[in-house]
């Protein structure tokens, strides 16, 4: 198998390619229904999986030198920058993502931290102006530090709420800087280990509260992206507040938030929180609340969140399939929130998890829309609704009807008859979709 550094660029070689340094199924400038799929798709490099993480679990250290041989603290920084730059290059990925610090060293004081953020930034700033990538979202890491032991906005601690605010500022100034698109809230820690020491009620609206004011100084700033909320049900706390989609809703709405912040949707949150990455996404659409994606997939048989790179085609098509119905990504995309396993430890390694999780995608795409325009499943569902169209059905859809009118109704009902909700022939329609000609 060739070099990393020997590989320029990954191109398009179709199905029949055996190379594995070759897209099968992405083929970015490919039109598809209008779109390029680099437009459809929207690929983003997650910078906290690729360009730092290096290997280590539980039980063991390091198996992967993310330092780029450099000690210099800054410098390194940049060289990992470069690296980021590079690989986006090479595999035709437009957009990218970060925490604050993953691009930056910390330092050892808070004006430190501010400094080489700021430096790191505008290094970005030119990284971008050269090359045309550009940034999807940025976040704060308000969970790695121990002073957030007890969550960020959740904290019990007010001088950690600040400390908190100040971080997010710090972003969003950096996000207007770059040009991105969106900012992403994931719990981190605003959650609890035990009711014993907690006051959901303060944590709460405490949250609500530093929502809102990340929105207000954000759009007096002049910035036009979404505002995102990533549910995850649990981990690295017990309970995680945004739970789910559902629940991250609610919480918008409660709040008054909706509209400035939407979703967004990580396959392998969903499935730790047991619901299907398409019944989040579902749920995100259903409430006007789609925003972004975090592409991955867990392993249906641990507890936690593996983060691994998406290859079910499956979960890819359907996601796509809800992608689509919504219209397409607006200000989100697709970012790969995902890190090659301990033992695939070289730099190729990155690259053919890139490929894989890309052309996963990309399948999930076409066969997305061959499913759209095959219309067996769409046309069953809408069928299976037709008593709401006409008659009693639409008074109550129109919410023209009452309690008196539909019992006065049901008494007059016969032979009620549900027609077959007919499962099994339908998933095999989708069988029939992705395997057949
Ligand atoms: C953690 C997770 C985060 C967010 C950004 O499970 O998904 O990486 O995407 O903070
Ligand atoms: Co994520």
New binding site residues.
């Given amino acids: 198998m060739e070099k990393y550094s020997e590989i320029k660029k990954v191109n398009y070689e179709g199905p029949k390619s055996k190379n594995p340094f070759a897209f099968k199924f992405y083929n970015p400038d490919e039109v598809i229904e209008g779109k390029t799929m680099r437009e459809h798709l929207k690929f983003a490099l ?1 910078y ?1 999986h690729t360009i730092n993480y290096s290997g280590t679990d539980m039980f063991g250290g390091d198996t992967e030198d993310k330092t780029f041989g450099e000690k210099d603290p800054l410098t390194m920084y940049k060289k990992k920058a470069d690296f980021a730059f590079e690989l986006m290059e090479k595999l035709s990925i437009d957009y990218y993502c970060f ?1 604050d610090v993953d691009i930056c060293p910390v330092g050892n004081s808070v004006e430190e931290y501010l400094h080489n953020f700021e430096v790191m930034v505008d290094y970005l700033k030119e990284k971008q102006e050269k090359t045309g990538k550009k940034l999807l979202w940025d ?1 704060a ?1 308000n969970f790695g530090d121990k002073v957030f032991m007890a969550g960020a906005a959740t904290s019990p601690n007010a001088d950690v709420y600040a400390l908190s605010a100040l971080k997010v500022k710090a972003c969003i100034d950096a996000d207007i800087k770059l040009g991105g698109t969106g900012y ?1 809230f ?1 719990g ?1 820690r605003e959650g609890y280990d035990t009711l014993v020491n907690t006051d959901m009620a303060l944590e709460l609206d405490n949250l609500g509260k530093f929502m809102k004011m990340a929105r207000d100084y954000a759009r007096s700033k002049g910035y036009k992206g979404d505002f995102l909320i ?1 549910p ?1 049900p649990k ?1 690295p706390t017990k309970h995680q507040y945004d739970f789910d989609a559902a629940t991250a809703v609610n919480f918008l709405r409660t709040n008054d938030l909706l509209g400035d912040f939407k979703l ?1 949707i ?1 396959a392998n ?1 969903a499935t730790l929180a047991g619901h299907t990455f398409q019944h989040e996404l579902r749920v995100a659409r259903i409430n006007g609340a789609f925003g972004s994606i ?1 592409a991955n997939q867990g392993d249906p048989m641990l507890g936690w ?1 593996t ?1 691994q790179f998406p290859t079910n085609v499956y979960d890819t098509t359907m996601a796509m399939y809800e992608v689509i119905k919504e219209g397409g990504f607006k200000n989100g995309g697709l970012n790969f ?1 995902a890190k090659t396993r301990r033992q695939s430890n070289t730099l190729e390694d990155i690259l053919l998890a890139y490929i894989a999780g890309m052309d996963a995608f990309a399948l999930g795409l076409r066969l997305a829309y061959k499913l759209i325009k095959d219309g067996r499943i769409d046309e069953f569902v809408k069928n299976r609704y037709s008593s709401y169209t006409s008659g009693i059905g639409k008074k109550i859809v129109d919410g023209e009807t009452n309690f008196e009118e539909l019992a006065a109704y049901a008494r007059g009902l016969k032979d009620i008859k549900v027609e077959s909700g007919r499962q099994e022939y339908l998933e095999s329609v989708l069988n029939e979709v992705m395997f057949g000609e």
Avoid: A, F, L, R
Wanted: charged share 45%.
């Fill in positions: 997650s906290w925490h976040t890491n992403v994931w981190g990533e995850k981990e967004n990580e949150h975090d969140d983060d929130d």
